[in-house]
């Protein structure tokens, strides 16, 4: 009895595989007819397949495909219909897919399949590309490639079973300068690079092609650990750096000259736990920032280190930690006299205490909702490595408030530590600042909410480019619910951590901030000391203040041409060659600047009080006068005075120069009274006029920044980028505004070193700066055109020209500015500020100078038509 139980259950067994086999055949012969490929013999086909070396860092091969296929075939007519359609994407799915069901996950397009009928066929032409950026296999079209050994990669012709036995009339490899070697031995040609097949079996098109030693260094180099010591190397550079830059600014405090009771180590260091300042919290800020940066780049490239519940545990308790760590309840040493040692400074006001609960309670509110969405997955229907279980809709409504609180607490951070640097630093308006303290729950829960709604539209972002590829890679394939679930659910798990990296690496405007604070700090400390007057009226910064002005440039301009190559391996050497830059043409030019060449004698006697700067701009208006009389007497339109009345009146203007600078030191000939007063600049203080720079340099690179930022987002590519990556957007934004941070950047350095520049016109300042930055980008535009070696070899080096220009333009608009601005207490005897300018480089020398600006101009206009994509 046992025995016949076993023979039936045995029975049963080998019925179900067999009806298992036989329905898998037939589904496959289901699917063979249901293309009807037979019907396809008398249609043809061909493919070219294009590899662009020299554009990008990565090798981009192109392909493109044309199948005829008679009106016969079942499937042709549907080829015609709306591309919306099922039988569309049934046609479609069988003549560009056949039997394969795996997604082209690599493969991009910029556009649909373009169908044209005739009388008999209907044509397909089918255009992808990709790119060599990985060792996985890359589906292209009609072609596979693959790594095979070393720096050699194959590729075949694999078309799907459906185009297999149609015949292939031509073929073509296009290799450009590429090393590449025919493996089938069936090509029919082999010219100009290139590789011809006529009427070949696709198992007959096969070839190798060797990658370049740059592109492959640069595979090899972003597939290993050692890809990120180029960024690991931008931290600790930029840690190093803010270092350095308190060290400096605490020395301003710190200086037993400056009269100061107490010391600055205790306050900015170690000592004085209950005073909050600045210089503290810069340190607090490059130690955290560092070890934050290290943190995330180990959990990129060792993903499996920790499980993605654990990362984002890791992720919401160092958000939290860099919220509660920036103390913007902190007021540092803004309420507290010079003369109040540290350990006399009493506790936190009320004030103080209300603020600090609002942010502590709101933060650890946010942070509670995301770990307990962490430590307890079970309530939201979530396994324990966070994948919806059971309810699907209350599984990703976990995984949207985890990723939303991790954003925001991240946010969060981010404008904490803004508001502490701007705060104690004083930037911010001391109105904004008596609002905050008067309610700072209202305007904690105010910032709170934006900040929550730019983590909504981060998400947002997130959810459409999920949609997008979705569709792009599963465009033909059927997309089955549970791989839909999967991608859906995967990206969704990586949300926060996706977007923290892009949040993080916008944190360099923190660096920005920080730097103008201590630098600010350093100004007001300098004013309590006693003599402050003679700093008043000082020729430009000291060697401390040098060093952070130096540091500025090289942060908020200097960087911006690394964006444009790419490499992050290079972002600390370009750091370093622009530091190296300005301080090389400030060494040199000083040299040569008006007040330089006058002596020191000349500004004790002439510039150190404002009763002599006062002096100096009557002198000037003298000058002008003369020089206007003069004119007017040259063309005989000129009464009352005479040519001796003229020269000796100059004469004496001269005298007055020569007298100022000492009988051991004769000015050139050449530098007048006015070119001493526009060199001098519109303000008192070299700070003054290093912020009245930097906000005509921000309003004039309004035009700049917007036609960058439509160059970045024109042509197919780049809109892909948009529609397909989820932080695209907000990228194109932060470009934005970094080019304006440039911008204004370029200009404070133009403003705060204007005294030190060489030229008698502010025109001739603007190229100090431009070349400060044009000499590295010059030498990377050699190494470029030498190597071959970084990302875009030509629209590269034409991107950081055409950024020199627009700087030098906006430059010499700012330094034209500062010329009029210098004497705008003349506004009221001339009409406008063209005829006042017109006065002080007078004819011969205004139409130079706008002749110079409309050269600038159109060189800006050429270079921008050659880069804009057609």
Request: net charge positive; proline share 4%; charged share 20%.
């Amino acid at each position: 009895m046992t025995g016949i139980r076993w023979w039936r259950l045995l029975s049963l067994v080998a019925v179900a595989v067999m009806w298992w086999g036989c329905s898998t055949a037939q589904a496959q012969q289901n699917h063979y007819t249901e293309c009807r490929a037979d019907q396809l013999d008398t249609g043809h086909a061909e493919a070219t397949i294009h590899f662009k070396p020299h554009d990008e860092e990565f090798i981009r091969v192109v392909s493109e495909m044309t199948v005829s296929v008679p009106m016969e075939w079942s499937l042709a007519r549907p080829l015609t219909f709306s591309t919306k359609s099922d039988d569309y994407r049934k046609a479609m799915r069988c003549l560009l897919r056949g039997q394969k069901h795996q997604p082209h996950d690599q493969e991009w397009r910029s556009h649909g399949p373009k169908v044209t009928t005739e009388d008999d066929k209907v044509t397909v032409q089918y255009e992808s590309y990709a790119w060599i950026k990985s060792y996985k296999l890359i589906q292209l079209g009609p072609w596979e490639i693959q790594k095979f050994k070393g720096d050699t990669w194959n590729v075949c012709l694999k078309p799907p079973s459906t185009l297999q036995n149609i015949p292939w009339t031509k073929v073509t490899a296009d290799l450009s300068d590429l090393k590449f070697s025919d493996s089938s031995s069936h090509s029919s040609s082999i010219e100009n690079q290139s590789l011809t097949w006529l009427n070949q079996p696709p198992s007959h098109v096969l070839f190798d092609v060797e990658l370049p030693w740059q592109r492959w260094w640069i595979l090899s180099y972003d597939q290993s650990p050692w890809s990120s010591v180029g960024v690991a190397a931008w931290w600790v550079c930029a840690s190093i750096a803010i270092a350095l830059a308190a060290f400096y600014a605490q020395r301003a405090y710190a200086s037993p000259a400056s009269g100061m009771r107490g010391s600055g180590w205790r306050v900015g260091f170690i000592g004085g736990w209950r005073n909050e300042g600045l210089v503290r919290a810069v340190l607090q800020w490059a130690l955290f920032s560092g070890t934050v940066a290290l943190t995330l780049i180990l959990l990129i490239k060792m993903p499996k280190l920790l499980e993605p519940r654990w990362r984002v545990l890791l992720c919401i308790l160092a958000g939290l930690a860099l919220v509660l760590v920036a103390r913007p309840w902190s007021r540092g040493m803004e309420s507290q006299a010079p003369d109040v040692r540290a350990d006399e400074a009493t506790g936190p006001d009320p004030d103080q205490r209300r603020q600090a609960r609002a942010v502590i309670v709101t933060a650890s509110t946010v942070a509670a909702i995301g770990l307990l969405v962490v430590l307890s997955p079970g309530l939201f229907g979530l396994s324990q490595h966070l994948e919806p279980r059971e309810s699907l809709a209350l599984g990703r409504t976990g995984l949207a408030l985890k990723g939303l609180a991790t954003v925001w607490l991240w946010l969060a951070a981010m404008v904490a530590w803004a508001w502490r640097f701007a705060r104690e630093g004083g930037l911010v308006r001391a109105r904004w600042v008596l609002k905050y303290d008067k309610a700072p729950v209202r305007w904690t829960v105010a910032v709170g909410v934006l900040l929550g709604g730019i983590a909504g539209a981060l998400l947002w972002c997130i959810w459409k480019t999920i949609e997008r590829q979705l569709e792009r890679i599963y465009w033909l394939t059927d997309q089955s619910p549970a791989s839909k679930r999967h991608y859906i659910d995967d990206r969704l798990i990586r949300f926060s951590f996706t977007d923290l990296l892009w949040i993080f690496s916008c944190s360099w405007f923190l660096t920005g901030i920080m730097l103008i604070s201590l630098l600010r700090f350093r100004v007001q400390a300098q004013r309590t000391r006693p003599g402050h007057e003679q700093e008043q009226f000082s020729l430009g910064p000291n060697r401390p203040e040098l060093v952070l002005t130096v540091a500025i440039f090289a942060f908020a301009v200097g960087l911006r041409g690394a964006t444009f190559v790419g490499v992050n391996a290079q972002y600390a050497a370009w750091f370093l060659l622009n530091i190296c830059s300005l301080v090389m043409v400030l060494v040199v030019g000083r040299k040569r600047s008006v007040l330089r060449q006058l002596g020191r004698h000349f500004y004790t006697q002439r510039l150190d009080t404002d009763k002599h700067r006062k002096e100096l701009m009557a002198k000037a208006h003298q000058y002008r006068n003369l020089n206007h009389q003069a004119y007017l007497l040259d063309h005989g339109r000129a009464t009352g005075i005479t040519t001796y009345q003229l020269e000796d009146r100059l004469h004496k203007l001269r005298q007055w120069l020569v007298d100022g600078c000492g009988s051991k030191k004769c000015p050139p000939n050449q530098i007048s009274v006015l070119d001493v007063a526009l060199s001098w600049g519109p303000e008192d203080h070299w700070w003054s006029n290093a912020s009245r720079a930097a906000r005509l340099a921000f309003w004039f690179g309004l035009p700049a920044s917007a036609s960058l930022v439509f160059l970045n987002v024109r042509g197919s590519f780049n809109w892909t980028r948009i529609l397909f990556e989820p932080v695209r957007i907000p990228e194109v934004v932060v470009s934005a505004i970094s080019y304006q941070v440039a911008w204004a950047g370029a200009g404070f350095v133009l403003g705060a070193l204007w005294r030190l520049l060489p030229g008698r016109r502010g025109t001739v300042r603007a190229w100090s700066v431009t070349v400060a930055y044009a000499l590295p980008a010059g030498l990377v535009f050699l190494f470029i055109r030498l190597t071959d070696f970084i990302r875009l070899s030509n629209s590269g080096s034409m991107y950081l020209l055409l950024f020199s220009l627009l700087m030098l333009t906006i430059l010499t608009l700012t330094g034209i500015w500062m010329d009029t601005a210098t004497f705008s207490e003349e506004r009221e005897f001339w009409p406008s500020r063209f005829t006042l300018l017109l006065s002080l480089y007078q004819v011969r020398g205004f139409s130079g100078q706008i002749a110079l600006l409309l050269t600038q101009v159109t060189a800006v206009a050429a270079i921008y038509r050659d880069l804009v994509p057609k």
